[in-house]
């Protein structure tokens, strides 16, 4: 009986001695995956916010080099054509002869590219000389300073009114400025364009135009202007795809939707509600409680807004990585508790 004692009080102090060991292992376990889990979601947050200003800065250089700059340059090559100088000088007879010449210029253009849906010049009374379109010579009779401009102001503009709000513009931008001794010069200016509007085709398009001086009475002599399709380019973005989603969304310079991926049926979410309002020139990211948001103003005049760029990347689809390791350390966690009592018992 005195031997039963000491042996049963043995095996009491190796069973708490063995509780507390194995109870600290598990703290200690849970503190490592709990440390562990916090810094591969903070490394896997900050991985995924570089990625999405990458995609943001690449697309919208991507329109500024594929769209803008041989916009802009075949809008200025038009415009310097020395025909159209002819054309200006030239009297009512001569005229119809010069405009044969500038459509086979005129029409080069929309042979090039796919996305030049038309090519006008406009002259300084708003009567549109010459007009190209799907690669044929038009004949369009509207005055573009005589439309009524009740229709901007509703916001519901065909393709005719929105040439005529912006040559509106381009005829107001004066072409020559006087400065200190210079009587005139003429200053460095980008392409002007219209706001984005979607054709009767359903495809969203927009205008973009040049004021042409008229070198003898240095005067506005008119405006060249080209219809451009951006249907193409906003669904090529559209398959930017971040970690197995395509979360991209395109705004206006209204904040409408031009673009928007399916939220209904994904794990998408909207960030219409967390959108930033000021101009944003560089990449702006946010994380939120659904994810990342990272948004960016692609411009073709200084300061302003053309259309934006967002990323809505869902939470649960740039941490898919995360959860694996976390469920790797718990069972790890767990096969050595295990493991600990199998030897236990086995002492």
Known sequence: MSAEMPRTKGRTLFLKIFLVFVLAH????????????FYSQEATERRSL???????????????????????????LLSQLPTLDQYLRAGEIERPILL?????????????????????????????RLHIADKRRRRVRTNLLKLNSEWHRLGNETTT??????????????????????????????????PIFRGA??????????????VDTGRFGGAVMIQFDLQSFLES???????GVKPLWVFDENDWPLWQPETKKSDLFD?????????????????VDDGIVGEKDVSVTPNRRFFRLVFAVPRDAYLTDVDPLF????VSTALSALLFVVIAVLA
């Not at 400065?179 to 364009?193: A, H, K, V």
């Not at 973005?237 to 970690?243: E, H, I, P």
Request: proline share 4%; hydrophobic share 45%.
């Open 201 to 214: 085709d359903g495809r969203f398009r927009f205008f973009a135009a040049v004021g042409k001086l008229d």
């Open 50 to 76: 570089e990625v999405v200003q990458r995609q943001l800065e690449s697309l919208a250089l991507r329109f500024q080099t594929e769209t803008v700059t041989p916009l802009s340059r075949q809008l200025k």
């Open 161 to 194: 009114e929105q040439m005529s709000i912006l040559f509106s513009e381009v005829r107001a931008t004066p072409l020559l400025l006087s400065s200190g001794n210079m009587e005139w010069f003429m200053p460095l200016r980008p392409i002007q364009i219209s």
């Open 100 to 128: 044969g010449e500038l459509y086979r210029h005129f029409s080069l253009i929309t042979k090039k590219s796919a996305g030049y849906r038309s090519v006008s010049f406009v002259d300084a009374a708003g009567f549109v």
């Open 26 to 37: 598990v703290v200690a376990s849970i503190a490592t995956v709990s440390v562990t889990l």
């Open 237 to 243: 973005a559209a398959n930017t795809s971040l970690y």
């Open 327 to 330: 469920l790797y350390f718990v």
């Open 271 to 287: 960030p219409r509600d967390k959108l930033d309002s000021t101009f944003l020139s560089k990449p702006m990211l946010n994380v």
